[in-house]
Each structure stands twice: as structure tokens, then as C-alpha cells.
């Protein structure tokens, strides 16, 4: 099950929370509001760090997940995204090469542009049903 999950080191031992805080501003947008639906989480397991789309999580929980080509191509695109940024450095990289564009399917927002969108999560670490 962990095999498409893309490893990762912080370029800074502080990153951890910088990471977690822009991956809430990037996903699926709403086409009718102003409203973005976060796609990946950072996983700090036994002192690895691991970036996961939300339908792994589901998988990890035992719930039905439809995670697909697509979605892992969206995973590989943010986690691209966050190199070129100099925040992670992606172990096995060749393996998660495969990426798309932004636009329709994937939106960054700014960290000044939040206040005008709903950013909204589909799944959250630590939350129990």
C-alpha cells in the first residue's frame, strides 16, 4: 500500500509545518466558489516523512478509496512543486516523474490569496470518526 507514497526529506528540520500549511493551499478547485479541496498531507511515521494523497489516508484507515493514475499524477505534480520550492528533497524520485500541468485539476493559491478562499480538507490527520 506504501509503495505509491512519495518519500521525502525537509530541507529544513523546522519545515515540517511550512509543508503542512502549503499543501492546505493546494488542489481541486470548486468551479462555482471560491473554495479549494486540499489533495495531500505530510506523514511523519517512525521518524520518516512521506508526502500521501487523501485517498491513501482513507486506505490506511480501512475505508474504500478510488485512488487512481490521476490521483497519483496530482500527488507527483505537488510534491514536484514543493522541490522546486526547496522545501523537500523527493527520495526515488524516477519513480514519481509522471506529472501534469496546473490549471483545471490542480491550483496553488497564495498565502496572501487565502483569506478569499474556503480551503477545505477531505481528510485530517489525527481525527477519529
Not at 507514497?5 to 525537509?10: A, G, S, V
Not at 495531500?40 to 485517498?55: P, S, T
Not at 496546473?102 to 483569506?115: A, C, E
Request: positive net charge; glycine residues 4%.
Amino acid at each position: 500500500m506504501t509503495d505509491n507514497f512519495i518519500e521525502i526529506t525537509l530541507i529544513k528540520p523546522e519545515g515540517f509545518l511550512m509543508v503542512a500549511e502549503t499543501l492546505t493551499r493546494i488542489g481541486v478547485p470548486n468551479k462555482s466558489k471560491t473554495e479549494l479541496y486540499q489533495t495531500a498531507h505530510i506523514l511523519h511515521k517512525q521518524g520518516r516523512y512521506f508526502l500521501v494523497h487523501f485517498k491513501q489516508m482513507f486506505e490506511l484507515d480501512g475505508k474504500y478509496s478510488n485512488f487512481d493514475k490521476e490521483d497519483q499524477v496530482r500527488l507527483n505534480t505537488i510534491a514536484d512543486l514543493l522541490r522546486q520550492w526547496k522545501l523537500i528533497t523527493i527520495l526515488n524520485e524516477e519513480k514519481f516523474s509522471e506529472k501534469m500541468k496546473l490549471g483545471t485539476n490542480l491550483k496553488v493559491i497564495s498565502s496572501s490569496d487565502k483569506k478569499n478562499w474556503t480551503l477545505t480538507p477531505k481528510y485530517t490527520i489525527g481525527k477519529k470518526d
